[in-house]
Each structure stands twice: as structure tokens, then as C-alpha cells.
């Protein structure tokens, strides 16, 4: 009682808000932060505190037991790993993403069958899923068009980045030519986008999943329900991001 009424008097009060913590892929980092005031204004006895990173990376973190409560990766791969060692469940799809070829805006290369010709291409690690979805399209590419194409492109990769947001920052410091990111990541000035084949569309699926180690499983339950609600899915749609459903 006497510790209460000295925090009083110094004009301090307790707080009961609920500290969620969401570790999310870094192509959210703009959608997520959007979401964050909308979500706290719906449920004010929460505070949401958003990390981003690779999913790669978080999912490394989750495994060594970081205290996450909800994980939203770019893949489900990294989901179903986590979900076979118990640290991760009743994941749900949320959204999807479009990869796509960008360039310097001064760049003179127009089409895809132009980009072998870039002498810097910058792609995500094997173990991201950008990375994983770009080397899905070299494969397209490699089908559709031709071995020597393909190889020409991964002969040109100079660098290969821990998450998107590094990928694309190399294309736009000028530290390369081209470089594969998702379409809610091309939106930069800075930047243009190359068209791809239709042949070449490769899409990423976007889930979020529960920490089963989570103390906040309601205020988890609920900010996963909001990710499919009309609100937030126009707030992802805003931001570059693709439904599910489509």
C-alpha cells in the first residue's frame, strides 16, 4: 500500500497492457507498422511490438527460444520447421507477394531478356525465402527460355543478402545493376521495375503462426484474426502485398 501511494505521488501509475511480440519477415516492415496503431486502437490494453528480421533469421531466434509470440514469415517453410519441433502452431495464411526484376530508374535495360546483360545482380541467401522464390524463377527462366540465359544471370550475382531489404538496398546505393525483390518492396523512386513473363510469375505466401510458448495466447489469437480482417487486409493491399484468395 505505501509503495502505491509513493508511485502516486510521483505521478506514476501502473500499467497493466499486455506486451505482444510479433517477429515478422522484413518485406512487412512497412504494412506491419501501418497496422500496429489501427490493432492498439481495437485492443488498447495491448502493446505491440513488432521486431523484423529474415525469416530465416527469426526462426533461428524462435528455435533458441526468443520470446516471441507470434511469427510471420515470408514462406511456410520456415513455419513447418518450427511447427516439428513444437515451438510453433496453428499457423494460418495471410497474404502473398509477387517477385519481381528491379533496376536503377536510369538503368537502359527495359525487358527480361535484356537483364543477363547486367554486369551486378544482387539475390537473397538460399536459406531466405526471397532467395528461395528467386531461384525458382532462374529455374523458370531456365525452362522457358534457355540454359545459357539462366546461367548468365546467376554468373552475374555478386552478392547474396540476408533479407530483401538488403537486396534492395544494393540496387539502390548503385552497388548493382538488378536485383530480385518482392513488388511491395519496388516502390522507391529510386527504382524500376522490369516486367516478367507470365511464365516467370513467382509468387510468395505469407502465414502467421502462434509461439507455442506464448503467455498471451488471447491477445496472439487476436492479432492473428485482425490480419484477416477487411481493415488490414486493405492495409496490405495498400501496401503492395496480394489476398490470399487471389
Known amino acids: 500500500m505505501i509503495a502505491c501511494l509513493v508511485a502516486v505521488a510521483a505521478g506514476c501509475s501502473w500499467s497493466s497492457r499486455t506486451t505482444l511480440r510479433v517477429y515478422a519477415a522484413s518485406s512487412l516492415t512497412d504494412a506491419f507498422r501501418a497496422l500496429e496503431q489501427p490493432f492498439e486502437a481495437a485492443h488498447p490494453n495491448v502493446d505491440l511490438v513488432l521486431s523484423f528480421a529474415g525469416s530465416q533469421i527469426h526462426r533461428l531466434q524462435i528455435e533458441h527460444g526468443a520470446p516471441a509470440d507470434l511469427f510471420a514469415s515470408a514462406n511456410e517453410a520456415h513455419l513447418r520447421a518450427l511447427s516439428e519441433v513444437g515451438a510453433i502452431e496453428a499457423a494460418e495464411r495471410f497474404a502473398r507477394n509477387e517477385v519481381v526484376a528491379v533496376v536503377p530508374a536510369s538503368s537502359s ?26 531461384a525458382e524463377l532462374f529455374d523458370a527462366a531456365r525452362a522457358h527460355f534457355s540454359a545459357e540465359f539462366a546461367d548468365a544471370l546467376e554468373a552475374h550475382v555478386v ?59 488471447n491477445a496472439a489469437e487476436d492479432f492473428r484474426a485482425f490480419l484477416r480482417s477487411a481493415e488490414a487486409q486493405s492495409q496490405l493491399r495498400d501496401h503492395g502485398l496480394l489476398q490470399v484468395a487471389e
Request: without cysteine; hydrophobic residues 40%.
Open 109 to 134: 535495360l527495359r525487358s527480361f531478356r535484356e537483364l543477363d546483360r547486367a554486369g551486378r545482380i544482387v539475390v537473397g541467401t538460399e536459406a531466405t525465402p526471397i532467395g528461395g522464390y528467386t
Open 159 to 217: 552478392s547474396r543478402e540476408s533479407n530483401v531489404r538488403l537486396v534492395r538496398s544494393r540496387v539502390v546505393l548503385g552497388e548493382a545493376d538488378l536485383a530480385f525483390v518482392y513488388r511491395s518492396d519496388a516502390g522507391d523512386e529510386r527504382l524500376r521495375v522490369v516486367p516478367l513473363p507470365d511464365e516467370l510469375t513467382v509468387r510468395a505466401t505469407y502465414a502467421i503462426g502462434l509461439a507455442t510458448r506464448t503467455s498471451h495466447r
